[in-house]
């Protein structure tokens, strides 16, 4: 293995931030002459225009799921006495629970071919245990 | 879905502090080159090193570099592959190839039977780290701790694991060290001359 260089050496053991606090690598920063305050604000700029498009594409998704699974269920018996259990799991699936809820309750279904009361209280009690089913605040 | 996990894990992240850690990581990358600008502040296409830092964050949001949290969970290091590899698209672009050779990082890389343009390069770039090696030996004159940490470097140390245990200090001493030697560095003119040469 050859060795490394002065200038490799110095250039990697000075770029390696480790052990520094923010405000020490602020204090770094700005005696090199950058503005921290700019800089901070660009990359929060950034993050919130790449979570704003993230979460569009995340919406047009969730639609095509949601759509897919509105026909799996159009497909499945349900049992007439599960009826209101089934009102409530079209609301999971409508995305009113979220995400995750939205993930789970997909999964459960392609799993069966019908779906008895039993099953739809099942699937609504793991969602419970699992804190899915608190309502989705900005979905 | 993965794409959701992604989103709610680049949403908790702390941005101001790793926008911090990688400007300051991609200056010191900057610093290992030697720019047409006579500058590692001022890249070519005008970019400068926050402008990579800044770019590397914006590639992983917009998924031109997506990040793989399952196969990268460290996604401070994900973005450091991002800076390095930009900065190395820059060394090999035309503008910076019209003015300056570019010195490698390392110096005994040169094939074994070098052609005449490889010697001429290689001393060129033996000429440029002398002169880099000896500003930083002159600045750190009469700091025995930061002259013990330059006689590291000569020995190909970087880490502060090896260092401290080859210089018998404990690591928290070996950051120490380093912020004594920033102080320093911000007023070195290959880290900050600003277009001089």
Known sequence: MTKKGFIECLTDFMSDSEGLTQEEIATELEELGIDT?????????????????????????????????????????????????????????????????????????RKRDSFSENDLESLIEDLEDLNLLEEEKDG | MVQDRILELLE???????????????IWKACRYDWKSGSPDQLPGGRTPQ???????????????????????????????????????????????????????RFDQVSET????????????????????????????????????MLCFDEGIDKPQDIAEQTGWDVSKANNVKKRLFRKAARLKHLTRKGEK
Do not use: C
């Open chain 1, 37 to 109: 305050a700019k800089l901070a604000a660009a990359a929060d700029g950034i993050a919130k225009r790449g979570s704003a498009a993230r979460r569009l594409a995340w919406r047009d998704r969730a639609k095509d799921r949601r759509a897919e699974i509105e026909e799996l269920l159009k497909f499945k018996q349900i049992e007439i006495a599960a009826l209101d259990l089934k009102d409530k799991a079209r609301e999971i699936l409508m995305g009113r629970y979220g995400q995750g809820a939205i993930s789970y309750a997909e999964a459960y279904f």
């Open chain 2, 12 to 26: 908790r992240v702390d941005w101001k502090d790793i926008t911090f850690r990688l400007t300051h990581y991609a």
């Open chain 2, 51 to 105: 402008d990579m830092a800044l770019n590397a964050i914006e590639k992983v949001w917009t998924g031109v570099r997506e990040w793989d949290p399952d196969k990268y969970p460290n996604l401070y290091t994900h973005l450091k592959w991002i800076v390095d590899s930009d900065i190395d698209h820059l060394i090999k672009s035309k503008e910076h190839d019209k003015s300056r050779r570019m010195p490698e990082a």
């Open chain 2, 114 to 149: 070098p052609n005449p343009e490889e010697q001429l390069i290689a001393k060129e770039n033996k000429a440029l780290e002398d002169e880099i090696r000896d500003e930083f030996y002159a600045m750190v004159e009469g700091d025995e701790d930061l002259e013990t940490l």
